[in-house]
């Protein structure tokens, strides 16, 4: 079974600096892929980043990067500059192949970010 | 490029009456998927349709079912509405592509209906 944990309910960050949002998985797929998805109070879902499981360099996407490191089964997301806009649920999640082409995801709980000015 | 589009935003229900929610996904993608969002159990995972035939399903009674057109529209229907029902139900959808045997392709999610039970 795949499992995605996130260990901050909650975090607060200085307008303008960086914050690390944290996530580890489990999985015993050796093709899997590493998202992370905004959510603001609206409910929507915005995807912001990336990565899978056998790709080289770390994901980058503008002010976000995912930090891979495949052997700790981390994937850590990186906020460089916080915005005041940035306050809102992060969501980490994995998608493994589940046969016949399918696949869907598994959520973590989600971590509250709020960017104070 | 238009989003994923689900209506109704926002709807409420009593028990044990049911509901139909539609989901269109962003044109030319043909995975959609549906998630409820509770406080707490999170988000799971329902199901996934493509090309009309459901490909995945998450563990959820029989209440709940699906489908999709040809248009790749979907809908979701909740029969006998109980009060753990209540959630946001968010639809995705994807170009389900492959690439080297790796799942690629972000799902994009739409604003989701959000079902209050009473």
């Known amino acids: 079974a795949q499992k995605i944990t996130q260990t901050q309910p909650g975090m607060f960050v200085q307008e303008k600096e960086a914050v690390t949002l944290d996530c580890t998985y489990d999985t015993s797929d050796p093709s899997y892929g590493l998202f992370w998805y905004k959510q603001p109070s609206s409910g929507e879902m915005i995807f912001l980043i990336y990565q899978g499981s056998y790709d080289q360099q770390n994901a980058t996407e503008g002010r976000y990067s995912l930090n891979f490191q495949k052997a700790r089964k981390s994937a850590n997301l990186v906020i460089s500059a916080s915005q005041l806009g940035d306050s809102a649920m992060y969501f980490c999640a994995m998608r493994v192949h589940s046969g016949a082409g399918s696949y869907q995801l598994t959520f973590g709980k989600g971590t509250k970010l709020s960017v104070i000015p | 490029k238009a989003g994923v589009t689900q209506t109704p935003r926002y709807l409420i229900k009593t028990r044990g009456q049911q509901v139909t929610l539609s989901c269109s996904p962003i044109s030319g993608h043909r995975s959609v998927s549906w998630y409820q969002q509770t406080p707490g159990q999170g988000l799971q995972f329902l199901f996934e349709y493509f090309s009309e035939t459901q490909r995945n399903k998450g563990n959820f009674p029989g209440r709940f079912s699906g489908r999709q057109f040809s248009n790749s529209r979907s809908e979701m229907n909740v029969s006998t509405l109980e009060l753990g029902d209540s959630a946001l139900y968010l639809c995705?959808?994807?170009?389900?592509?492959?690439?080297?045997?790796?799942?690629?392709?972000?799902?994009?999610f739409g604003e989701g209906s959000r079902l209050t039970v009473l």
């Open positions: 995705a959808s994807s170009l389900a592509r492959l690439a080297g045997g790796t799942p690629t392709g972000e799902l994009f």
